[in-house]
């Protein structure tokens, strides 16, 4: 049988349609993929005091860590939407986490935060050492806002909650990245930033279909906060996700179809429509095995660490999973690569595990200078910190 003409166009469109979210599906799945043990030797996990688990994101500043735990992810997540928290159940708060992780042994403790949102649930972080800050995404469980929270890093080590950021084209962020330039401050020293929105839909169903369909809707936001707006300066992602770099490089990680882009950036502060101040231009496109989550730019060697999830598939499985203990659940493992954008060599892989030793990552964050990596987990207890 021949087709010809009309039918022909819609039997090849049926098929395409069929066949791009399978081809980022399979690779998604890594049916018969063998995670092996990479760079285990070389890490502490760092698991006390109790409560350092399951946290997203790693910065770093002055040979200090600080990181986004959140232990109410173990039954909540609004990223992947599941909640198994029964009615009535006592809710933990999430915290800011500090690791000294230059001390011999590194040391780590929940930090005290003054005047802190009491629904809080942090996601991606942000530091700026020269103004003192940290900017948080805050998943707030009692709401459907996603707001960012701005904190100053106090002389005595602590954090002293500044103000909330919200804005209707903050919808689902998941990263934050922050403009150094003073220019682009508000009169109270909040600085611009950029953040991803990991999803365009917002209830459940609809973010199924948009992953399961492998859908570029997502995108990455500029906050200008000199005059509260925020608008898209990158679309045209399947679920943005890491962001990272400096005022001239940004990259950004595409976690559905496994690769991280990297943009020019060129930032114009006297430019009277705001739309037109922040210049982006496409440079290049890296593929990397895993579904790529967070990314963290060392400014003093140049490297892009990404850390994500080598079996995507198994990792949802196990995310999804009201036991993980279980062993039909698939452990969800972990992987960890350094990139020199730089140069022409691939993708380099600097710590990996079947999920075993240490399950999930989120984050790989590099301290070239004391020759440190540390390692943020989704769901797993601790933080690993690695020699290199």
Known sequence: MFFTGNRLWVVVGAISIVAYPLYYLIGLASINKVVPSIGKDTCAKIVSPEGLSFCEDIVLGNGVAY????????????????????????????NIWRIDY??????SKP????????????????????????????????SEKALIEVFSIEDDGNLLHKRTIQHENLYTPNAVHIVDDHKWEASDGTPSFYFSNDH?????????????????ISNVMFYDARSNNAYPVIGGLSFANGISGNDSTLFVSECNKRRVHQYNITLRPHEKDETKAVHVDYLQTVDVDMAVDN???DRVSGILVMAGHPKGLDFIR?????DRSLQSVPKAGSLVMEWNSSSQSAPKVVFSDDGHYYAASSTGALDSQNGKLLVSSLYDHGILVCDV
């Open 102 to 107: 230059t001390s011999t042994p590194p040391k």
């Open 318 to 322: 196990y995310a999804f999973a009201r």
């Open 295 to 297: 990314l963290e730019y």
């Open 200 to 216: 365009y839909y917002q209830k459940k169903l609809l973010k199924m279909l948009e992953n399961t369909a492998i859908l570029p």
């Open 67 to 94: 990181a986004s735990c959140d232990p109410a992810r173990e039954k909540r997540n609004k990223v992947l939407d599941y909640n198994y928290f029964s009615e009535g159940e006592t809710i933990p708060s999430g």
């Open 111 to 142: 930090i005290s935060t003054y005047s802190k949102p009491s629904d809080f649930h942090p996601l991606g972080l942000a530091i700026d050492e020269e103004r003192k800050l940290i900017l948080a995404i805050n998943l707030p469980f009692d």
